[in-house]
């Protein structure tokens, strides 16, 4: 880490420049780059900061408790700048937001040789910060985002894409899984959630082909740190770029249009959505919104099939994966 934290923005943003964050028009290609999962798996150690005490004495007690922090990926076109947003929350009931306390922020990725410092935030009311960040080149990246008051921290990933970029959409819940209740039990840590015959090799066959993962789940944003667990760990799995919902509302009253919202997001990041899995109506109503034809929107369960989507009979991937998937032509990444 090299750059001290008193720099200004313009600094900042100078010193980025250095590195070589920035990317021009010249370093957009034709053909796009396929996700290179081995980018990031191994970055060099993170050297943590200094300790700070809380700005609030009754932080230390929040602290206390199991942290759920969260960073949302973002999908972004190389050559344009992007905000990527972290929330910080502790307590496996309650979830109380950690509210006014400083958070630091670092990011590695291509060409940059080490961890490099972007800045300093404070949490807002929501327990939430803002991160600014510059046009990136092309590539992965990982942003750690640490608490000062306790140095308890969390990842978000950023993929950086030139236009073209193909990529195929999951749903994870009844999709991946077999059902909902394999969330709670997922949460609680009482067992990993069981997945669909040939969830995994499903996913796998899509990287293999150049495709980027986008797995996008209702579940509430204190989720994400269990279910990139699930994903990685278990799954043995990329656990990016994964997107939870924010807030409660969009996770149980507002599906279709916070799922619309995200898929629309990655559009206009320079991604094309190939082709998608599901298994809810407010899935099929999103993947519609946003233009995914029904012949290339999967859908298992009891609504296989549902709206002109295309069914997954059997409730597994195994047939699916014979026929379908080994036909699938490759996505023309380099």
Known sequence: MKAPINMSLQMIFNALLLFGF???AATLHAQPVCTDFAEIENPPPFDYPRRERFRLFWNNWLAQDTPFHMG?????AAGNPSRLTGKFDYGIVFHKDLEYEWVQTYIYG???????????HATNSDG???VELPALEEGTYVVKMVVMGDLSSTNAYVRVVSPG??????DIDETLTIDDLETILDYTGIEWAEPRQGAGELVEHYIALGYHPIFLTARPYWYAKGSRQWLRDYMHLPDYTLRTALSNEDSIFRTAD???GVLQEIQNGGISIFRAYGNADTDIEAYERVGIPKNQTFTIGD???DNGTTPIPGGGYNDHLDTVVATT???GCR
Request: glycine residues 10%.
């Open 22 to 24: 920035v990317a021009g």
């Open 72 to 76: 949302h990926d973002l999908v972004v």
């Open 110 to 120: 291509p060409n940059l040789g080490d961890w490099q410092f972007i800045g300093r």
């Open 128 to 130: 939430k910060i803002f």
């Open 165 to 170: 970029t193909q990529a195929v959409v999951f």
């Open 258 to 260: 916070y799922k619309a």
């Open 303 to 305: 609504l296989a099939g």
């Open 329 to 331: 032509p490759d996505s």
